[in-house]
C-alpha cells in the first residue's frame, strides 16, 4: 500500500478557498448559506458514461507534482496517474477492478510455487524495438531488487526464468495467490532495457527517454509547470483505440483544482479528499463521479492500554456515530463502513463478498440504542480503564472529526478519552515508532491497499504483521492467512478471505469508519474515464473522449 | 578593497552559520524521514528503517551529517531530494525563474505604487486624502497575504474571469498575465509600509531650511516637490524598499501555495511536510543569498543616489 501525503498548510488553505469558492457561488444564484449541511450524493459506478467521440486535447490536474517517471525509485499518485497510461503491465487491471491480461496474454499456476506467463510477442516499445520476453524477465527482475520500491510484492519469489520463446515461469518459496494482482501494479511495468541503460541515472527524470510500450506517452515535461502525454501513433494494440489525441497535465492544491474546473481552464481531476468534490454538487459545468476503492479510514489500535481487551474496542466500534462522521468531515462523500478496507478491494467474487459485509455485526452506520446498552456491557464485563484513552490527531478537520467522535463514543458508554495533537510532519511515525504510539491508544488515518483483494490487507491480522501493533494474535488467523496466500482458486480463496474478514471485524482489531470512494471532478464536455481507483494502474486517457459526437 | 574582502568575509560567515541553524532546526524538528523514505506501513520492518536510515547517513550523528551535506555544497552539489529524486540544483533551476519573477513584478508594483501614494499623501498632508491612503494601506496591510490571495481567486479569477487562477503560465507575456495576480496579493500588504515611510521623511523635509529657501526664490511647488524633497528623501525609501523586497522572497511562501504556482516558496512547504532535508537546506540558503544580494546592492546603490550617504549602509 502507499501512503498518500496531504500537507497541513495546504489542508488548511483549502478549506479556506473552498468557503470563499462557496461565498461566490452564493452570492451568483443568491441561495441563501443558512440551510442545513445534507449528505451529498454522486452517481457511485466502476465508470463515467461512455466518450460519443475523439478529443483534440484535455487538460486534466494532479494533486501534485509528478517526482519521477522510475517507478522502481518510487511513485507518488501523481506519477501512478501518468505511469498508468504510459506503461503496459504484464496484467492490468479493469475499471471495475477486475483483473485482466496485459503483456501477458495468460497466467497459470501450475503447482503451489510455479507460475507460467505466457508473454505476447506483438507489442512494441515506444522506440520501436519489440518486447522480447527477455525484456519481460529483465523488468521483473529490476522490479525484484533489494530497495526497489516494488521488490516487497517479490518477496516470496526465488527465480524468474525464460522456460520457452513466448513462457516465463516464476518460482516462489510459498503460495502466493495474489502475486498477479501486484503484476498489474507498479510491480508489474515492462520496461525497455535498452533504454534504462543509455540513460542510467536520468531514467525517470524529466529530460529522460521512454522505456514504456503504453498507448500514451511523454511529449513533454516542463519541470514546476506542466506535463503532456500524447497518443502513441501504431499503437501495437489494435484492440485500443485511444479517443484523447493529448492529455496536459498540471497540477495544484484542492482549491486551486476546484477553482480550474469551475473556470473551465481544466477538465477533470481525480481526488485525494472527496470532500473537496462538494463544491460542485449541483454545479451545471462539472459533474463528480464517484467509484470504488479500497480507501477506508480507520482507527488504527495500540497496545497502550486498555485497547488489549477486544471487548474494549468492539465497545468502541459500536459507540461510534460513523454517519455523523461521514455527514462532518466528507460532506456525505463517504460511506460508514463495517470492515477496513473498501469495496473497491473484492476484484474477484463480488457478490460473496458483498452478502458477508451485509451480514456483518459490531460496526453499526449510526449506534442504536441497543448497540449503546450492548457497548456498556462489554466495558462492564471489562472493567473500566483506569486512565483515560489517548486519541491521536494531526489537527486537520477530518482527523479532528474522527477523533472527536471516538471521544464523543467513548463518553455515551462511560469511558474518559482525550486528544493527543501531533505535528502533521511527525504524524506517519506513528507506524514506525513504538515511542510514539506508546503514547495514543488509536490514530485516525486513511489506509488503502495497492491489489484488489482483501487478502492483501487481512494480511495484517497476522500476529506477526508490522502494523498490528500488538492487540490481536490469534494462532488459527495466521493459520487461515497461509491457506488464504495457498488458495489460488478465486472461490475458495474468497471463502477463507470472508472468515478472516468475519474474525477481524468480531475482535475490532482497527475500528472501521467510512469507506472513502474515488472521486472524480470533470467538465461535462468530455466523459468515458473510470471513476473507480483502477486509474492508478489502468490507462484510462484512452477511453477519455467527448461527450458529444 | 579590505572594506570589500571584510564584506565579503562577513557574507561567507552569515551563510555558514545560517545554514549550520537551518541544518539544525530540521534536524531537531518532530517527524522522521525515514518514515516518508518508506512510505508504505507495511515495509516499515526494523531492518528496511535500519537500510534506509543507513543510505541516507540519517544514523550518523548531526555533526558528520552536516559535514557530508557541506562538503558537497562546497562543489556544488547539493545532493538529491528525497522526494523527486532529482539533484537539487536541477530542482531549483526550474524553479528559481519563476519566483525571481514574481518577486521582480511584486516589487515593481510595491515600489511605483508604494512611492505615488506616499508622495500623493505627503504633498496632500493632513487633507482627506492623506487620511483615506494612510487608513486604507494600513488595512490592507493588517489582512494575510494568503486571505487576500484567496479573496482575489474568488473574485478576479472565479468570478470575473479576468485572470487564471492557478499556475505560472509559460514565458514572456503570458507570465505576466499568469504572475499578475499573485504579484498584487504579495505587493499589496508592503504598499503600507513604503508608502508611510515615503510621506514620513518627505513631510520631515517640507520644513527643512533647504526647501523654505527654495519656496522662498519663488520656485514652483511641484519642483521643490521633485527637486528639493523627494529627492533629499530617497535614502530611507529606497532603503525600506529593498528590505521589503527581500522579505517578499520568504513571503512567495503562502501565495504560490495559494496559486498553485511552482516556485521555491511552494516547494520549501512540500519539501518541509515531507522532511526532505537536502531541498529545505538548499531554498533557505537561497532566500539567505537573495537576502544578502538584494541589501549588498542597497548598499552601492544609496550612495551613488545620494552623496551625503558614504560609508554608511543597511548591511547583512
Same mark, same amino acid.
Given at each position: 500500500?502507499?501512503?498518500?501525503?496531504?500537507?497541513?498548510?495546504?489542508?488548511?488553505?483549502?478549506?479556506?478557498?473552498?468557503?470563499?469558492?462557496?461565498?461566490?457561488?452564493?452570492?451568483?444564484?443568491?441561495?441563501?448559506?443558512?440551510?442545513?449541511?445534507?449528505?451529498?450524493?454522486?452517481?457511485?459506478?466502476?465508470?463515467?458514461?461512455?466518450?460519443?467521440?475523439?478529443?483534440?486535447?484535455?487538460?486534466?490536474?494532479?494533486?501534485?507534482?509528478?517526482?519521477?517517471?522510475?517507478?522502481?525509485?518510487?511513485?507518488?499518485?501523481?506519477?501512478?496517474?501518468?505511469?498508468?497510461?504510459?506503461?503496459?503491465?504484464?496484467?492490468?487491471?479493469?475499471?471495475?477492478?477486475?483483473?485482466?491480461?496485459?503483456?501477458?496474454?495468460?497466467?497459470?499456476? /501450475?503447482?503451489?510455487?510455479?507460475?507460467?506467463?505466457?508473454?505476447?510477442?506483438?507489442?512494441?516499445?515506444?522506440?520501436?524495438?519489440?518486447?522480447?520476453?527477455?525484456?519481460?524477465?529483465?523488468?521483473?527482475?529490476?522490479?525484484?531488487?533489494?530497495?526497489?520500491?516494488?521488490?516487497?510484492? !517479490?518477496?516470496?519469489?526465488?527465480?524468474?526464468?525464460?522456460?520457452?520463446?513466448?513462457?516465463?515461469?516464476?518460482?516462489?518459496?510459498?503460495?502466493?495467490?495474489?502475486?498477479?494482482?501486484?503484476?498489474?501494479?507498479?510491480?508489474?511495468?515492462?520496461?525497455?532495457?535498452?533504454?534504462?541503460?543509455?540513460?542510467?541515472?536520468?531514467?525517470?527524470?524529466?529530460?529522460?527517454?521512454?522505456?514504456?510500450?503504453?498507448?500514451?506517452?511523454?511529449?513533454?515535461?516542463?519541470?514546476?509547470?506542466?506535463?503532456?502525454?500524447?497518443?502513441?501513433?501504431?499503437?501495437?494494440?489494435?484492440?485500443?483505440?485511444?479517443?484523447?489525441?493529448?492529455?496536459?497535465?498540471?497540477?495544484?492544491?484542492?482549491?486551486?483544482?476546484?477553482?480550474?474546473? *469551475?473556470?473551465?481552464?481544466?477538465?477533470?481531476?481525480?481526488?485525494?479528499?472527496?470532500?473537496?468534490?462538494?463544491?460542485?454538487?449541483?454545479?451545471?459545468?462539472?459533474?463528480?463521479?464517484?467509484?470504488?476503492?479500497?480507501?477506508?479510514?480507520?482507527?488504527?489500535?495500540?497496545?497502550?492500554?486498555?485497547?488489549?481487551?477486544?471487548?474494549?474496542?468492539?465497545?468502541?466500534?459500536?459507540?461510534?456515530?460513523?454517519?455523523?462522521?461521514?455527514?462532518?468531515?466528507?460532506?456525505?462523500?463517504?460511506?460508514?463502513?463495517?470492515?477496513?478496507?473498501?469495496?473497491?478491494?473484492?476484484?474477484?467474487?463480488?457478490?460473496?463478498?458483498?452478502?458477508?459485509?451485509?451480514?456483518?455485526?459490531?460496526?453499526?452506520?449510526?449506534?442504536?440504542?441497543?448497540?449503546?446498552?450492548?457497548?456498556?456491557?462489554?466495558?462492564?464485563?471489562?472493567?473500566?480503564?483506569?486512565?483515560?484513552?489517548?486519541?491521536?490527531?494531526?489537527?486537520?478537520?477530518?482527523?479532528?472529526?474522527?477523533?472527536?467522535?471516538?471521544?464523543?463514543?467513548? *463518553?455515551?458508554?462511560?469511558?474518559?478519552?482525550?486528544?493527543?495533537?501531533?505535528?502533521?510532519?511527525?504524524?506517519?511515525?506513528? !507506524?514506525?515508532?513504538?515511542?510514539?504510539?506508546?503514547?495514543?491508544?488509536?490514530?485516525?488515518?486513511?489506509? !488503502?491497499?495497492?491489489?484488489?483483494?482483501?487478502?492483501?490487507?487481512? *494480511?495484517?491480522?497476522?500476529?506477526?504483521?508490522?502494523?498490528?501493533?500488538?492487540?490481536?494474535?490469534?494462532?488459527?488467523?495466521?493459520?487461515?492467512?497461509?491457506?488464504?496466500?495457498?488458495?489460488?482458486?478465486?472461490?475458495?480463496?474468497?471463502?477463507?478471505?470472508?472468515?478472516?474478514?468475519?474474525?477481524?471485524?468480531?475482535?475490532?482489531?482497527?475500528?472501521?469508519?467510512?469507506? /472513502?470512494?474515488? /472521486?472524480?471532478?470533470?467538465?461535462?464536455?468530455?466523459?468515458?474515464?473510470?471513476?473507480?481507483?483502477?486509474?492508478? !494502474?489502468?490507462?484510462?486517457?484512452?477511453?477519455?473522449?467527448?461527450?458529444?459526437? | 578593497?579590505?572594506?570589500?574582502?571584510?564584506?565579503?568575509?562577513?557574507?561567507?560567515?552569515?551563510?555558514?552559520?545560517?545554514?549550520?541553524?537551518?541544518?539544525?532546526?530540521?534536524?531537531?524538528?518532530?517527524?522522521? #524521514?525515514?518514515?516518508?523514505?518508506?512510505?508504505?506501513?507495511? &515495509?516499515?520492518?526494523?531492518?528496511?528503517?535500519?537500510?534506509?536510515?543507513?543510505?541516507?547517513?540519517?544514523?550518523?550523528?548531526?555533526?558528520?551529517?552536516?559535514?557530508?551535506?557541506?562538503?558537497?555544497?562546497?562543489?556544488?552539489?547539493?545532493?538529491?531530494?528525497?522526494?523527486?529524486?532529482? #539533484?537539487?540544483?536541477?530542482?531549483?533551476?526550474?524553479?528559481?525563474?519563476?519566483? +525571481?519573477?514574481?518577486?521582480?513584478?511584486?516589487?515593481?508594483?510595491?515600489?511605483?505604487?508604494?512611492?505615488?501614494?506616499?508622495?500623493?499623501?505627503?504633498?496632500?498632508?493632513?487633507?482627506?486624502?492623506?487620511?483615506?491612503?494612510?487608513?486604507?494601506?494600513?488595512?490592507?496591510?493588517?489582512? #494575510?497575504?494568503?486571505?487576500?490571495?484567496?479573496?482575489?481567486?474568488?473574485?478576479?479569477?472565479?468570478?470575473?474571469?479576468?485572470?487564471?487562477?492557478?499556475?505560472?503560465?509559460?514565458?514572456?507575456? &503570458?507570465?505576466?498575465?499568469?504572475?499578475?495576480?499573485?504579484?498584487?496579493?504579495?505587493?499589496?500588504?508592503?504598499?503600507?509600509?513604503?508608502?508611510?515611510?515615503?510621506?514620513?521623511?518627505?513631510?520631515?523635509?517640507?520644513?527643512?531650511?533647504?526647501?523654505?529657501?527654495?519656496?522662498?526664490?519663488?520656485?514652483?511647488?511641484?519642483?521643490?516637490?521633485?527637486?528639493?524633497?523627494?529627492?533629499?528623501?530617497?535614502?530611507?525609501?529606497?532603503?525600506?524598499?529593498?528590505?521589503?523586497?527581500?522579505? +517578499?522572497?520568504?513571503?512567495?511562501?503562502?501565495?504560490?501555495?495559494?496559486?498553485?504556482?511552482?516556485?521555491?516558496?511552494? +516547494?520549501?512547504?512540500?519539501?518541509?511536510?515531507?522532511?526532505?532535508?537536502?531541498?529545505?537546506?538548499?531554498?533557505?540558503?537561497?532566500?539567505?543569498?537573495?537576502?544578502?544580494?538584494?541589501?549588498?546592492?542597497?548598499?552601492?546603490?544609496?550612495?551613488? +543616489?545620494?552623496?551625503?550617504?558614504?560609508?554608511?549602509?543597511?548591511?547583512?
Amino acid at each position: 500500500m502507499k501512503k498518500s501525503t496531504h500537507t497541513g498548510i495546504r489542508v488548511t488553505i483549502g478549506f479556506a478557498a473552498v468557503a470563499a469558492l462557496g461565498l461566490t457561488a452564493c452570492s451568483s444564484d443568491g441561495n441563501s448559506g443558512n440551510e442545513e449541511p445534507q449528505a451529498l450524493e454522486a452517481p457511485f459506478a466502476a465508470a463515467t458514461p461512455r466518450a460519443a467521440g475523439p478529443v483534440e486535447s484535455v487538460t486534466w490536474m494532479l494533486g501534485g507534482e509528478p517526482t519521477t517517471m522510475d517507478a522502481d525509485i518510487d511513485a507518488t499518485t501523481a506519477d501512478d496517474t501518468i505511469l498508468a497510461n504510459t506503461c503496459d503491465r504484464l496484467m492490468q487491471v479493469q475499471p471495475d477492478l477486475t483483473l485482466g491480461a496485459g503483456i501477458a496474454s495468460s497466467a497459470e499456476w /501450475t503447482d503451489d510455487t510455479h507460475v507460467v506467463l505466457t508473454i505476447r510477442q506483438d507489442a512494441v516499445f515506444h522506440d520501436g524495438s519489440p518486447v522480447s520476453t527477455e525484456d519481460v524477465v529483465w523488468s521483473m527482475k529490476r522490479h525484484a531488487a533489494e530497495g526497489a520500491a516494488e521488490s516487497d510484492e !517479490y518477496q516470496n519469489v526465488v527465480s524468474i526464468d525464460q522456460t520457452g520463446t513466448d513462457k516465463i515461469t516464476v518460482t516462489t518459496t510459498q503460495p502466493d495467490a495474489i502475486f498477479l494482482q501486484a503484476m498489474a501494479g507498479d510491480g508489474g511495468i515492462i520496461w525497455n532495457p535498452r533504454v534504462i541503460e543509455a540513460e542510467g541515472d536520468n531514467f525517470g527524470s524529466p529530460s529522460s527517454a521512454s522505456a514504456c510500450s503504453g498507448p500514451y506517452q511523454i511529449e513533454s515535461w516542463e519541470p514546476g509547470s506542466q506535463l503532456t502525454i500524447v497518443k502513441v501513433t501504431n499503437y501495437w494494440n489494435t484492440d485500443v483505440q485511444a479517443l484523447a489525441e493529448r492529455v496536459v497535465f498540471r497540477w495544484a492544491d484542492e482549491s486551486a483544482i476546484a477553482n480550474s474546473l *469551475k473556470t473551465g481552464e481544466a477538465d477533470g481531476a481525480y481526488l485525494e479528499n472527496a470532500g473537496a468534490a462538494v463544491a460542485f454538487m449541483g454545479s451545471s459545468d462539472v459533474s463528480v463521479f464517484q467509484g470504488p476503492s479500497t480507501n477506508a479510514w480507520v482507527l488504527e489500535t495500540t497496545d497502550r492500554g486498555a485497547l488489549t481487551d477486544a471487548r474494549v474496542r468492539q465497545a468502541l466500534s459500536l459507540a461510534l456515530d460513523r454517519e455523523g462522521i461521514a455527514a462532518a468531515a466528507f460532506s456525505g462523500l463517504a460511506q460508514p463502513w463495517k470492515t477496513p478496507v473498501g469495496a473497491g478491494a473484492w476484484g474477484y467474487e463480488v457478490d460473496a463478498f458483498q452478502q458477508a459485509f451485509d451480514a456483518l455485526e459490531g460496526a453499526p452506520a449510526a449506534p442504536s440504542a441497543d448497540n449503546l446498552e450492548a457497548a456498556k456491557q462489554l466495558i462492564a464485563e471489562a472493567g473500566a480503564p483506569s486512565a483515560p484513552l489517548v486519541i491521536g490527531s494531526n489537527g486537520s478537520s477530518t482527523h479532528n472529526v474522527i477523533a472527536n467522535a471516538l471521544v464523543a463514543a467513548a *463518553k455515551a458508554i462511560g469511558l474518559e478519552a482525550e486528544i493527543l495533537v501531533v505535528p502533521q510532519a511527525q504524524y506517519g511515525d506513528f !507506524y514506525s515508532d513504538a515511542e510514539l504510539r506508546g503514547q495514543a491508544d488509536l490514530w485516525p488515518d486513511e489506509y !488503502y491497499i495497492s491489489k484488489n483483494d482483501p487478502l492483501g490487507f487481512y *494480511k495484517n491480522g497476522k500476529s506477526t504483521a508490522g502494523v498490528n501493533f500488538g492487540v490481536f494474535s490469534d494462532p488459527e488467523y495466521d493459520k487461515l492467512v497461509e491457506q488464504g496466500y495457498a488458495a489460488t482458486d478465486d472461490a475458495k480463496r474468497a471463502e477463507i478471505t470472508i472468515e478472516l474478514q468475519k474474525r477481524w471485524v468480531e475482535n475490532a482489531v482497527w475500528i472501521p469508519v467510512v469507506a /472513502t470512494p474515488a /472521486t472524480l471532478i470533470m467538465s461535462n464536455t468530455v466523459t468515458g474515464v473510470p471513476s473507480s481507483a483502477a486509474y492508478i !494502474y489502468y490507462p484510462w486517457a484512452v477511453d477519455l473522449g467527448s461527450s458529444k459526437e | 578593497m579590505i572594506r570589500a574582502i571584510r564584506r565579503l568575509g562577513g557574507m561567507l560567515l552569515t551563510l555558514v552559520v545560517s545554514s549550520f541553524i537551518i541544518f539544525a532546526a530540521m534536524f531537531a524538528a518532530p517527524g522522521d #524521514p525515514v518514515t516518508f523514505l518508506i512510505g508504505n506501513p507495511e &515495509n516499515m520492518t526494523p531492518e528496511r528503517i535500519a537500510s534506509v536510515r543507513a543510505q541516507y547517513h540519517l544514523d550518523e550523528p548531526m555533526l558528520l551529517q552536516y559535514w557530508h551535506w557541506a562538503s558537497g555544497a562546497l562543489t556544488g552539489d547539493f545532493g538529491q531530494s528525497f522526494h523527486y529524486h532529482q #539533484p537539487v540544483i536541477d530542482i531549483l533551476a526550474t524553479r528559481v525563474p519563476i519566483t +525571481l519573477s514574481l518577486v521582480c513584478y511584486a516589487s515593481l508594483l510595491l515600489s511605483i505604487g508604494g512611492i505615488m501614494l506616499g508622495v500623493l499623501a505627503a504633498v496632500k498632508r493632513g487633507r482627506p486624502s492623506d487620511t483615506l491612503i494612510v487608513g486604507s494601506t494600513t488595512l490592507a496591510a493588517s489582512i #494575510p497575504s494568503f486571505v487576500l490571495g484567496i479573496a482575489f481567486v474568488a473574485l478576479f479569477a472565479v468570478q470575473l474571469r479576468w485572470f487564471p487562477v492557478a499556475g505560472a503560465g509559460s514565458a514572456g507575456m &503570458n507570465r505576466i498575465y499568469y504572475l499578475t495576480l499573485p504579484a498584487l496579493t504579495l505587493a499589496i500588504g508592503a504598499l503600507a509600509i513604503v508608502s508611510r515611510v515615503t510621506r514620513q521623511s518627505m513631510i520631515e523635509l517640507f520644513s527643512s531650511d533647504h526647501v523654505e529657501a527654495a519656496r522662498a526664490t519663488g520656485l514652483a511647488e511641484r519642483l521643490i516637490v521633485r527637486d528639493h524633497v523627494l529627492r533629499g528623501s530617497w535614502g530611507p525609501i529606497i532603503t525600506m524598499v529593498a528590505l521589503v523586497i527581500a522579505s +517578499l522572497i520568504a513571503g512567495t511562501v503562502a501565495v504560490e501555495t495559494v496559486f498553485g504556482i511552482s516556485g521555491v516558496g511552494s +516547494l520549501l512547504v512540500d519539501a518541509i511536510n515531507t522532511h526532505d532535508f537536502p531541498v529545505v537546506q538548499a531554498v533557505l540558503l537561497f532566500m539567505v543569498v537573495a537576502y544578502m544580494v538584494v541589501t549588498t546592492a542597497v548598499d552601492l546603490l544609496l550612495p551613488i +543616489l545620494d552623496p551625503r550617504i558614504k560609508q554608511k549602509g543597511v548591511s547583512a
